[in-house]
């Protein structure tokens, strides 16, 4: 099966760092996939290369076949790529359910004008997340696990067919993170693949399909989580020989 996603010997340096170097791996059309290392692996820079906000210095960008290195992000948004923030990014002045419509609209100049269909849609994002019974509220009135749930609104608000996660746990209690992570788990059902990156192993270990760890911009690892979780070079490298529990 051809992979949804390859980077291919992606590299990108910010003056005489090198934030990631020869970066190779896919993700195959339905997978939920774990993206980790240390603070600093690169994950952040790897995003941003996907997304198009950095243009890599050399390699490519895969998706669905078609080379997309360097693409502006709003073109790739709309060939089927949605990201969420660990910092939530909402329009505090509008409503969860106008946050939601925004991502709606095509980022296009001369997008069709919908409004009807963009309201229903917006709707449904937030019943999809467990945000229905906010939708007219303003974002400052929401819980933390609340703009959790609208991040992933406005992603799937884009009609995504790949979703990069990053950092969806941060902050939330026990409960909510496997309220999330059912969330998300529900994605590759409807035809969706997500690539997630976040520092609670146990809960993203417990998720994931793979893992593909990256120390110094480099793939480190490969595999299954268990397999990954006993990994000596990951252990030294992520946890300092702690382990993956």
């Known amino acids: 099966m051809k992979p949804i996603l390859e980077l291919d010997r992606l590299r990108k340096s910010f003056g005489g760092l090198c934030a990631v170097n020869n970066l190779s ?28 906000v950095y243009r890599p210095d050399a ?3 895969l998706f669905k076949g078609r080379d997309i290195s360097g693409w502006p992000t709003y073109k790739i948004v709309n060939l089927g790529i949605a990201r969420t923030f660990q910092i939530a990014r909402p329009f505090h002045h509008k409503t969860v359910v106008k946050n939601v419509e925004i991502s709606t609209i095509e980022n296009a100049l001369f997008a069709r004008e919908n ?31 609340g703009l959790r749930r609208l991040e992933v609104a406005k992603a799937l608000g884009t009609e995504p067919d790949l979703v990069l996660f990053d950092e969806p746990f941060a902050g939330l209690s026990i409960a909510e993170v496997e309220e999330m992570s059912e969330l998300i788990r529900k994605l590759p059902g409807e035809g969706r693949t997500v690539v997630i990156v976040d520092h609670n192993m146990r809960g ?8 593909v760890v990256i120390h110094f911009g480099e793939k480190l690892a490969e595999g299954a989580p268990e397999a990954v979780a006993q990994n ?10 702690g382990g993956m529990a």
């Not at 195959?28 to 997304?51: D, R, S």
């Open 25 to 52: 791996f896919s993700v195959q059309a339905g997978e939920i996939l774990g993206f980790i290392g240390p603070n600093g692996a690169g994950k952040t820079t790897a995003f941003n290369l996907i997304m198009g």
């Open 59 to 61: 390699g490519r960008i």
């Open 115 to 145: 409004r009807a269909a963009r309201w229903e849609a917006s709707c449904l994002c937030c019943d999809r997340v467990g945000l229905a019974d906010d939708v007219d509220k303003l974002p400052g009135a929401l819980p933390h696990a």
């Open 204 to 211: 993203l270990m417990r998720l994931v399909d793979r893992v």
């Open 232 to 241: 000596p070079l990951v252990q030294e490298a992520y946890l300092a020989g």
